[in-house]
Structures are given as C-alpha cells and as structure tokens.
C-alpha cells in the first residue's frame, strides 16, 4: 500500500518533530453486505474502505490522526497537523538522522480462506442466502426471515520506528438469520449468526439451511415462552456464546486500557486469587481462523495466547504499548482498533474459560430451582465498578435437577469480581461464537466461549 | 480527486451507461482531546471523507461506496453498484431532484483557538478529580466534528450542507468505603462557547455520587420515574418500530396500528429536524427530501411513520422526510430530533427514580419491544431521594410502558445516540423490578 520510502520519511519526520515513537497504520478494506427477505435479495452493497493513521507518542502522550489521503502530500499534512496540535511543531530533534531498518516479516497465512473471493461469484452467495432464509420457514408462525452476508477483506500495513513492518490480509465471513415469528398480536425473533476467518467455505461448516432452522427455533421458543421470573437464583450458562457473560464481567477488567488508570475493579491484583479456583481464562489471539483472530496485532506484533487466570489466580492482563508504558506489564499482543479511524487499545481477541471434567447434566441435575441460559444475547460492563449485564436470548427453568419450560425477557445482572468467584462447576463442553465488541478503539470482531458453567447465584431480571 | 471531481466524474460516466444514480458525499473533520492526570493523554485530530453511490438499473438499486478516489476505485464503485442492482429483486427508485441550495448550519459555532479547547479538557479533567470520593478519573475531554454533506443526482437533484457539533464530557470513579461507581456523561451543543467545563464535570460527580452507598432493590413492582437520559434510550429502541422500513420488513409492532391509541393521552411524539438549535437538523434528507417537523404520537394516538419516498410509495402514505444513509451504507429510515413534548404535570411521590438503562443494545428487543434492563436508581418517597438503589433490573414492554406514562416534566433534555432523543422526568404508573 505504501513504499518504504515513504513511511520511513513520514516516521523519520515525526522523530525530528519531538515524538519518541511513531507509527503508521494503513489499511484498504472491500467489504460487501447482501440482505435477502422474502425470497428475494433487497440490498447489497460493496464498499471500499480506504485510509491510514498516525500516531506518535510523546512519553504517554499520544497524537493521532487519520486521512484517506495516502500520498505523500496527504500523510505529511496529517504529520504536520499532529505536530502542531501537540505544539512540537520546529522541536526538531536529532534522533531522526538515521535509516530505519525494517524488520520485515512474512505472515505465515495462518488464516488464509480455503475460497478465495474470486472463486465464486455473487449469484453463488445469493443462493446459499436463500437456502438460510428456506430453512427457517419451518412454521407457519415464521411470518419474517433475514438472512444476510457480510463479508470483509481487510489489508493492513502496520510500520514504526522500532523498525517493526507487518503486513497481513485479514478475511473473514459471517451469515445473519434473523426469523420473526408470530403469533395473534405476540411477536418474537430468534437469531443465529455464525461468523469465521475464513471465505466462503463458511457455508460448508455452517450448512445455510441448519443455521436458519436455528434461528427460526429459537424464535418459535421464544413466542411459547413465559416471562422468566425475576430474583435470585443459581444459573446454568451455555457453551459457546454464554461465554459472553465472562467476556463482560471479567475480560473487560482485564484490558490495561482500564487496568493503567486503576479504573477496573481487577487493577494490582497480579497473583491474587480472583475468581473460583474451577476458572482458568484465555485469551487466545491464534486460534487457527477464529472470528478474532490475527497474525500480528493492530499495532504489528505476533498475537498470542495469554493465560489470564489459572485456576482462579490472576495471571495476566491484557497489554498494549500505551499499557505497557503506563504499567511496565510485557506487551501481549492485544492492540487491537477498529480501522484507521481509532488509535489502538488492549483489547479482547478469542477469550474463554477452559473445560472442566464436569458432565452438562450432572450441572443442571445439581440445581433445585434455577434459570437454565442456553443462548446468550449481548451485555455490557462498567469496569471501574464490575457492574454488568447481559440478556438470556433462549432460556429454560430448571426444577429439580429438570430442564423444563422455556422462558423469556430473562436479563442476568451483577457484579463481575462476585460472579465469578460464584462459578462452582465447568463442564468438557468447550466451544467458541464470534460477536461484535465496542470499546474506545472501536468495534473488533472477538470470539468468546466457554463449557457449560453453574453459578450459585445470579440476579436474574424478569417479571416480577 | 477531490470529492468534487469524483462526483461529476461519477454522474457522467451514470449517465453514459444508462443508469439513474444518486451520489452522496461526505467529508468529515473530527478533533478529540482527551486529558488525564493533568495533561492531555490522547490528541486526534483528522479528516476523513467518501463517495456513497447508488445506482438504479433495470429498475431496481445497487450500492457501493469508496474512500479511494482514484479513477479506478471510481469505477469499480459504478460497476459493483450496477451488479449488485442487477442481482437485487425489488422494484426500486430514485426520486426525482430539484436544486435543495448550500446550507451552513453551524457557522463560526466551532472556531475558538485550539487553545482554549486544549484548556477546557484539562479543566474538566482538574475539575472531575476535585471531589474527595474521586478514586481515578479515566479521562475528560472535549470532542468536535464538522460534517460536509452534498447529495447529486442524474435526475437533478443537487444540495449541500455544513453542520457540527462539539462536546465535552468525561469519565471516572467514586468511592466510598468499599461502595464504588463508574460515572460517564457528555454534554453537546452547536456551540463551544455553550459548553461548560466546571458546571459539566460538577454534574458528573454528583450524578455519580448520587449512586454510592447503594443497597439492593427487592425484587417487586413499583412506579417508576425515568430520567430524561433513561427515557432517551427506550426513545431509541422505540425509533425501530416507528421506522415504515422496519414495519415492511416485518419488524414493527406497529403495523396497521396508525390512528390507534397506542400511549397514554399525555404522550406526544414529534421529529423535528427544523429545530433552531437542534443537535441533528438537517435542511433535506439523504434523498433530498426537504426537512419538515412530524408529529409522530399525538396525544397518544399514532399518527405517522417515519418514511423515506421508497417506503411512503409502499404503503400509501406521505412522504416524512426521514431517509437516512452514510456514504457507507445502504437507504434507511431514521429520526432527526425526536422528542417526547413537556407537560409539566409530574409530581415526584414514591417510587424508583431510574436514572440510567445499562445493557440496551442486548435487553431490549426493537422488533418485539419487550425489554430487561439493568438499571441504577434511586429510592423516592415523599417527593425526594432517599437512597441509592442497585443490583437489579426493569422489565416490561414498551408499549406497555407508553400507556402507562401519566405524567410527564416540563424540561426537555437531549442525548445523541445516532439521532437526538429529547425527553423530560417521566412517570410511569408501575414497572416489574427483578432484584434481591
């Protein structure tokens, strides 16, 4: 995207300008969104997304600003603006006299797509679109079907003056249903939504015509459900997506975007038993084409996976440069932004808590009166004060040890540092789902998961 | 390219092959100042702007949208565009354009020294962190964006505006004793010289503080008092369903509902996107619609949709005015200013004083407008404060909730998620509380 002599030009000048650190992020992304509705494709549009920022760090200082422009002219003025908004602009400084050798590393194609986009074309897409939308009319009482494709190719050049030059192509595919169904004036949606870093081979390990029907179950659940009952009570967590809970409650905590300013409830407690010793948290940047997952960060360097807790014990955060330098704790790999409009921050990539050896029945066998929350939908936290939430998007009672009838509006609340301390059983059932996180550096695609998991107690929000 | 060049270029090379076309372009200036500690942690300072394209061929639409202005990313914009209007299935069109003018909406509304902005972000900052029960400050800062907007198309549409906003808010921790709470709030205004740093940050710590000490809330029904900020949030689910292209699509309850009842006679709903001071006016909208205020609920008898010409044509009704599109998206419907009208008639007895929705992306449904939220609160009786209330959450239906508001405050305030939602202090007979 851009020559080496060009960003070595705008870094070299950013020295000269005063900044101690410097660092080019550039990035053209095709996106391409296609939305069919009753049997019919109604929207599709293709975008191409196309821009850099710069950011300069001045001790812990940090100025940053973004341009479509990606000529000379265009990333000069953007330095140029910087410089003066800092004030730094003719502190020049003689650290900028040098080269700056490139370390220039080949990504390895960890999660190169098996279908290229050129492969299939549109009327492909539309097609399997269509057999999503066919396979949740599974009832009369379905009265609406979306089904959508998004897809994303994202090329990244990320260049510093540590002499860091990283490429990466990033692809990933995600499939939307969204079924509506209806009965008399009582209306319901169910969702399903499985996303990969991968191309269009997504639809052979997500069958279109199966996630549909997922979604159109879920919705028909929903329509029979009762209002779920409101107290509290102890709470089966599903696999997969119920991993989004921890992703609220804890991993957010864990960032040193809110961890460096002791803002998270978690800060200083390195070594600490935190959480119920059946706990251990990862945070896994490699897992081989997960939703959230990258070659090298947002800032250039390798992901990783970072134990977080160990059976209950505070093993890490995750760490940024800014965060490094606010905190000392080792980069990790975790700065993650939306596109070239954010600057980055630690961020969550694929987090979730590792299996048991419990068996799922033995979980629900074990609760006399309790919610059963199968599907997840999203939630959201104050670190500073652990307060969190999320909604039960397909719920269940337990009674004595038995699943029984599906309930619904179930909104789990808390405090995290409490509620994960309350965690007192984890199944073998382990298995991630990709969502959408927003934070300060925008919104990342992450995975979270988990096994089933049993909490004592849970402040369940329904109808009182 | 400039943006200029690309959207002539654009036009012409539409009208070579046939093809209607509409393009909207969008060139945005966005300065953020985030101080912490005393000084300024983060300073963004940017442009960034495109080219949303929209296409009709063969009678029905196809988008596509570029960043990159070269005459090649041109072209590839045209001809994704027209593929994916010849793969679509739906009847579709560009209305017809007539010449909407240049517009400046803000005007000199931004230009104080970079300077004096500087100060004022530090000063919130300074002024969050002057209260003994402060544990940290996360930031305070000040933000402005300046918007450039034109919209041509073939079939002779043809208008610009400039528009802005700036804001000052910030972010941080009071404790007392063990009981700790995160606050967050930002005030915008058309204006710099209308923000306040000290009166912002005042407000912040004591909206905060307000909160510690908290005891839990047993589970229950109770009446229920929203805060303008609270209310702002059901605004915005409820602005789903008042959308004509969420009711097309399936995804609105109220369909065939138009000249029911559908809230309590106190409630009257109006988007006014000609609002003098309005934090979202606007003088057309993305199909160049010209801007007109809607009263949407009028003393709580459904009187409209939010339309935008495509979905006005569908169901038979008048054309609101409320298409909505970014250079990257596809044609929407949405509000400008959406308000709830003052009263005045609310007097505060017993009850929860809901001060904030936490959660509402995930707990409430805009398609079925069912809703579980955690909430903060307040204990009221005997018409004031008694003590925090937390750990617990409110659910109900918002149409439900609509009927049951019977009395409503007599100042509005504003919040900006996406459009503006304005609302007073409302009163809502009984709401189910799930807590201890």
Redesign the interface.
């Known amino acids: 995207m851009l020559s080496p002599d060009l960003v070595e030009t705008v870094l070299r000048q950013a020295l000269e300008g005063g900044a101690d650190f410097a660092e080019i992020y550039a990035e053209r992304s095709r996106k391409r969104r296609m939305t069919v509705r009753s049997g019919r494709l109604e929207e599709a549009i293709s975008g191409l997304d196309y821009g850099a920022g710069l950011r300069l760090f001045f001790g812990t200082e940090v100025v940053y600003a973004y341009t479509n422009q990606l000529t000379r002219e265009g990333l000069l003025e953007a330095l140029e603006t910087l410089l003066r908004a800092k004030g730094a602009l003719g502190q020049v400084d003689e650290r900028g006299a040098g080269g700056l050798d490139f370390r220039k590393a080949s990504p390895k194609g960890l999660h190169t797509p098996k279908v290229p986009y050129g492969e299939k074309d549109k009327r492909y897409r539309l097609e399997r679109l269509l057999e999503a939308e066919a396979g949740a009319r599974i009832a009369p009482e379905i009265r609406q079907v979306e089904a959508s494709l998004q897809e994303w190719e994202q090329e990244v050049l990320i260049a510093n003056t540590e002499g860091t030059w990283a490429e990466e192509k990033r692809v990933r595919t995600r499939l939307f249903v969204l079924a509506v169904a209806q009965e008399g004036t009582e209306v319901q949606t169910g969702y399903a939504a499985p996303g990969k870093s991968v191309g269009l081979e997504l639809f052979d390990l997500f069958p279109p015509k199966e996630v549909g029907a997922k979604a159109a179950r879920q919705a028909l659940t929903n329509l029979r459900a009762k209002p779920a009952p409101a107290g509290t009570m102890p709470v089966v967590v599903g696999n997969a997506f119920g991993g989004v809970i921890f992703h609220e409650a804890l991993g957010h905590l864990l960032e040193t975007t809110s961890v460096a300013k002791k803002a998270s409830v978690l800060a200083d407690r390195l070594g600490e038993e935190v959480a119920s010793p059946a706990v251990t948290y990862i945070d896994d940047g490699t897992l081989p084409h997960a939703w959230g997952s990258t070659e090298v960060d947002d800032e250039g360097r390798p992901t990783e996976r970072t134990v977080l807790i160990e059976r209950g014990i505070l093993k890490s955060y995750m760490v940024d440069r800014l965060g490094h330098l606010l905190t000392g704790y080792p980069m990790t790999g975790s700065g993650r932004r939306q596109d070239y409009t954010f600057a980055p921050t630690s961020r969550m990539r694929n987090t979730f808590i590792a299996p048991g050896d419990k068996e799922v029945e033995d979980l629900i066998a074990s609760v006399e009166f309790g919610l059963y929350a199968k599907e997840l939908g999203g939630g959201q936290v104050k670190p500073g004060s652990g307060e969190y939430n999320f909604a039960v998007q397909e719920g269940y009672l337990i009674r004595k040890g038995r699943l029984e009838e599906p309930v619904r509006g179930a909104m789990l609340v808390g405090k995290g540092p409490e509620t994960i301390r309350k965690v007192v059983a984890v199944a073998k059932d382990w298995e991630n789902a990709p969502g959408m996180c927003g934070s300060l550096s925008g919104m990342v695609p992450v995975e979270v998961g988990q096994p089933h998991v049993l909490v004592s107690e849970i402040v369940v929000g329904g109808r009182a | 390219m400039t943006l200029e060049e690309a959207k002539r270029y654009l036009l012409r090379r539409a009208r070579e092959l046939g093809l209607q076309a509409e393009v909207l372009f969008q060139e945005e200036r966005e300065?953020s100042l985030r101080a912490?500690q005393g000084?300024?942690?983060?300073?963004?300072?940017?442009?960034?702007?495109?080219i949303g394209l929209r296409v009709v061929a063969q009678g029905r639409?196809?988008?596509?949208?570029?960043?990159?202005?070269s005459q090649e990313?041109l072209e590839?914009?045209l001809s994704?565009?027209r593929?994916?209007?010849l793969?679509?299935?739906?009847e579709s069109f560009i209305p017809p354009g007539q010449t909407l003018g240049s517009h400046d909406l803000l005007g000199e509304g931004l230009s104080a020294p970079?300077e004096t902005k500087k100060q004022s972000a530090l000063e919130l900052e300074r002024a969050l962190r002057e209260d003994p029960r402060t544990?940290?400050?996360?930031m305070g800062s000040y933000m402005e964006k300046e918007v450039r907007v034109a919209l041509s198309s073939t079939l002779g549409t043809e208008g610009a505006f400039r528009t802005g906003l700036a804001g000052m808010g910030g972010?941080?921790?009071m404790g007392d004793g063990p009981s700790?709470?995160?606050g967050w709030d930002f005030k915008l205004a058309k204006e710099f010289h209308l923000l306040d740093p000290g009166r912002t940050a005042l407000e912040i710590r004591e909206k905060t503080a307000r909160h510690l000490n908290a005891r839990p809330l047993p589970?229950?029904?109770y009446r229920a008092y929203l805060e303008p900020k609270a209310m702002a949030g059901l605004l915005l689910v409820l602005s789903r369903s008042l959308s004509a292209k969420s009711a097309l699509?399936?995804?609105s309850?109220l369909l065939n509902r138009l000249g029911e009842r559908i809230a309590s006679e106190w409630v009257t709903l109006v988007d006014d996107p000609t609002l003098e001071k309005g934090l979202l006016s606007r003088p057309f909208d993305a199909e160049g619609t010209p801007a007109r205020r809607t009263v949407v609920v009028e003393k709580g008898i459904f009187k409209t949709f939010l339309h935008n010409a495509e979905t006005a044509r569908t169901l038979s009704q008048e054309n609101t005015g409320h298409a909505f599109r970014t250079y990257?998206?596809?044609l929407d419907v949405a509000p400008t200013n959406l308000y709830l009208e003052p009263v005045g008639n609310l007097r505060l007895e017993k009850g929860v004083l809901i001060t904030e929705f936490?959660?509402l992306?995930?707990?409430a449904?805009p398609?079925?407008l069912?809703?579980?939220?955690?909430a903060l609160g307040l204990w009221v009786e005997e018409g004031e404060a008694r003590y925090a209330v937390?750990?617990?959450?409110?659910?109900?239906n918002l149409l439900e909730l609509l009927q049951a508001i019977e009395g409503l405050g007599d100042r509005l305030e504003w919040e900006v998620m996406g459009a503006a939602f304005g609302s007073p202090l409302v009163a809502v007979a009984e709401l189910?509380?799930?807590?201890?």
Do not use: C, P
């Not at chain 2, 000084?39 to 495109?50: H, T």
């Not at chain 2, 069912?370 to 955690?374: A, V």
């Open positions: 300065l912490r000084i300024l942690e983060e300073i963004k300072e940017a442009r960034q702007g495109g639409m196809g988008y596509a949208y570029t960043e990159e202005l990313a590839w914009a994704e565009a593929d994916n209007a793969l679509a299935d739906k970079l544990r940290s400050v996360l972010s941080l921790v700790l709470k995160q589970t229950g029904r699509e399936g995804k309850r990257r998206g596809i936490m959660g992306h995930a707990g449904n398609v079925s069912d809703f579980s939220l955690q937390e750990n617990f959450a409110v659910a109900g189910s509380f799930a807590g201890a």
